[in-house]
């Protein structure tokens, strides 16, 4: 299983609503990534986890909260999004935080 | 500090024509080189990669050498197909990995 399955592939939500996106991934991998991308733009990095543990935060606002619950999973917790937050959310692991990236399909998101 | 520098797009060629698809880095010592390839509606996977100085990363027909002294990592590829359209990403890991720096994508049409 070479693939990192993110849920839901579309997402639309309104400003007060509370959503997560879903990341699995059964590789092995021990760093795992959300990146943010708006379209024809290239992925900007959000967070990276490493053995489970927050080690990058790229100072994204608090309305966007990770969480690792065990070495496979990652999600994102949404809560009170913006317009400008509409984008494409692209979930990659690695084996280690030095190897290439594996991404996800990612979830188009769009905030009404 | 670390940078990526792409040609700009979109780039639209006729199929079976010559591609190349210019990169320049600026970065502190010699990191691994990425191309990355965005298919429309999907994620970005691993196209090829190097890792020292006149290493040629190949997969799928397209090539990259990774040249120190022009600090360059150009891709291209000898016959491109109407399959070949997609976004082409030029990235190198910055701080140990966890991170990627990207270009700024360059979009390729391929037309029958």
């Known amino acids: 299983d070479t693939e990192v399955t993110q849920t839901p592939k579309h997402l639309v939500m309104g400003m007060t609503n509370k959503k997560s996106l879903k990341c699995e991934q059964h590789m092995g991998h021990r760093a795992m990534y959300w990146y943010k991308q708006k379209a024809k733009k290239p992925p900007e990095l959000m967070f990276v986890?490493?053995?489970?543990?927050?080690?990058i935060n790229e100072s994204v606002p608090s309305r966007f909260s990770p969480e690792c619950p065990n070495s496979s999973l990652l999600n994102l917790h949404l809560h009170a999004l913006q317009p400008e937050d509409s984008a494409l959310y692209l979930c990659?692991?690695?084996?280690?935080?030095?190897?290439?990236?594996?991404f996800g399909s990612g979830t188009q998101l769009s905030v009404l | 500090g670390d940078s990526v520098t792409q040609m700009e797009g979109p780039v639209t060629l006729s199929e079976e024509a010559f591609l190349t698809i210019n990169c320049t880095y600026t970065a502190t010592g010699y990191p691994s080189l990425f191309w990355y390839v965005q298919y429309p509606g999907e994620g970005l996977q691993l196209l090829l990669k190097a890792t020292k100085a006149d290493d040629k990363g190949s997969n799928k027909g397209f090539e990259a050498t990774y040249r120190k002294e022009t600090t360059s990592f150009h891709l291209e590829k000898g016959s491109v197909q109407v399959s070949d359209s997609a976004v082409y990403f030029c990235a190198l890991p910055y701080n140990q990995g966890g991170k990627l720096i990207f270009g700024q994508g360059t979009e390729l049409s391929v037309k029958p």
């Open positions: 986890y490493s053995y489970e543990k927050l080690s």
């Open positions: 990659a692991s690695s084996l280690t935080r030095a190897e290439k990236l594996f």
